[in-house]
């Protein structure tokens, strides 16, 4: 249910697509996010990217059919870095469910 990998950069094409179980993932050094990696991860509720600089989207599609994608998940980046998130490309797309992480219950 819960995937933390703190030496991770990237997360690669398809890594967790249909990862039907996966509520949480955390990846402290993620500089890089690729086409579908969390595609239907149909309970994936929040996404943490603390690294202090804003990850690159290779695509929109890496969130679909995820709560996140429907409005009820959230993804929780550094406090500093929200609003860069918000307009960077393909981000930009889940405007509303960026979050900082001061506000991560």
């Known amino acids: 249910t819960t995937v ?7 997360i ?8 039907s179980a996966l509520t949480t993932a955390d ?5 890089s996010i690729s086409t579908s990696a969390f595609s239907s991860c149909t ?7 603390s690294k202090n600089q804003v990850a690159t989207l290779s695509n929109t599609n890496a969130f679909t059919s995820t709560p996140i994608a429907t409005g009820t998940g959230y993804i929780y980046v ?4 929200v609003d ?4 960077a ?3 930009k797309t889940y405007t509303n469910q960026i979050l900082p992480l001061s506000q991560k219950p």
């Not at 933390?4 to 990237?10: E, K, Q, V």
């Not at 309970?43 to 990217?49: A, D, F, I, Y």
Request: with cysteine.
């Open 27 to 31: 990846f402290p050094a993620a500089t």
């Open 84 to 87: 860069q998130y918000k307009t």
């Open 43 to 49: 309970k994936l509720t929040s996404l943490t990217l």
């Open 12 to 19: 690669s094409s398809n890594a967790f697509q249909y990862c």
């Open 78 to 81: 550094p406090d500093n870095l």
């Open 4 to 10: 933390a990998l703190p030496a991770a950069t990237s």
């Open 89 to 91: 490309t393909n981000w």
